[in-house]
């Protein structure tokens, strides 16, 4: 009876780096080490340090079927079944689009210009919470309120709002937009990145995006602008005197976004460039 031939981790790493790479799959080592490590239950430097393993056979059983998955190009975040994002460590799955580096820059930016900590913040469009609970993190004596019309991903934000212990500081609300919001109890500051693509950019997007996260979450009517538009028309009525709304948005709307907040009454408008210098985000206050 013959053996089994021995493979080691070193060899089990660039077969799936191949193998990946082959399939269209960017950064296909870092996603390698990324998968063998979770199957195997190690952070990438341990790998490093057992490249001579000799995995057995229950081990690579673990490992094929993530690689198979990657190979079809779900996106790596889905298999691992989480992401690290601006400090958190957030659960995601098909629920929810995963969190952008793009939206981590959003953030900073907000925060930088909110001039007095905010008591009363609202997300709109919330997701995977990662906005929310982002905001709830930085203002500890803050109520957020965190909407979303989808009730599956208002239940994957409320399992990252109780794995990071700030449930009791996030409410989630099922909305759409300001539709369940009462307009006597405004906020502070208002922040959303609601879906902005054009039906082309969706069309033109990697596999990972157009084939297995929510299109809902991603597209939106009139060229991308149909739900920007009811968050900037509604913001006057749900912001506080001198209150904030961040937005982000696609990189050909700005022109007519700051028309629309003109347009809105608010003032201070303000658009701002991603880290690829594209219009990304814009900025505007009740008067």
């Not at 996260?213 to 749900?238: M, N, Q, S």
């Given at each position: ?54 995995l057995a ?15 079809q190009r ?104 300001y539709e ?108």
């Amino acid at each position: 009876m013959m053996n089994k031939p021995v493979i080691t981790l070193l060899e089990v790493l660039q077969k799936t780096t191949d193998f990946l790479g082959g399939k269209g799959v960017e950064s296909a080592r870092l996603n390698a080490e990324l998968l063998v490590g979770h199957a195997l239950g190690l952070k990438r430097m341990q790998l490093y340090l057992q490249f001579e393993r000799v995995l057995a056979e229950a081990e690579l059983e673990k490992i094929r079927p993530l690689v198979k998955r990657r190979s079809q190009r779900e996106p790596l975040q889905y298999i691992v079944g989480e992401t690290e994002w601006s400090g958190l460590k957030l659960k995601v799955d098909r629920r929810a689009l995963i969190p952008r580096p793009e939206t981590e820059l959003l953030i900073e930016l907000t925060v930088a210009r909110v001039k007095t900590p905010p008591l009363r913040i609202l997300d709109l469009g919330t997701g995977s919470g990662a906005i929310a609970l982002a905001l709830a993190k930085a203002y500890d004596a803050a109520a957020v309120t965190a909407v979303d019309a989808n009730e599956d991903a208002l239940a994957l934000a409320a399992e990252n709002g109780k794995a990071l212990g700030l449930a009791d500081r996030v409410n989630f609300l099922r909305s759409s937009w300001y539709e369940a919001l009462k307009a006597d109890e405004p906020y502070d500051l208002i922040v959303a990145n609601p879906p902005y693509l054009t039906a082309e950019e969706t069309a033109a997007a990697e596999p990972e995006v157009r084939a297995h996260e929510p299109i809902t979450a991603l597209a939106a009517a009139e060229a991308g602008l149909a739900d920007l538009r009811v968050i900037i028309a509604g913001a006057p009525r749900y912001l506080n005197a001198g209150g904030l709304l961040a937005l982000e948005t696609g990189i050909d709307q700005h022109a007519e976004l700051v028309r629309l907040l003109g347009e809105a009454g608010l003032s201070d408008v303000e658009s701002k460039r991603d880290l690829t210098d594209r219009d990304r985000f814009v900025f505007a206050r009740k008067a």
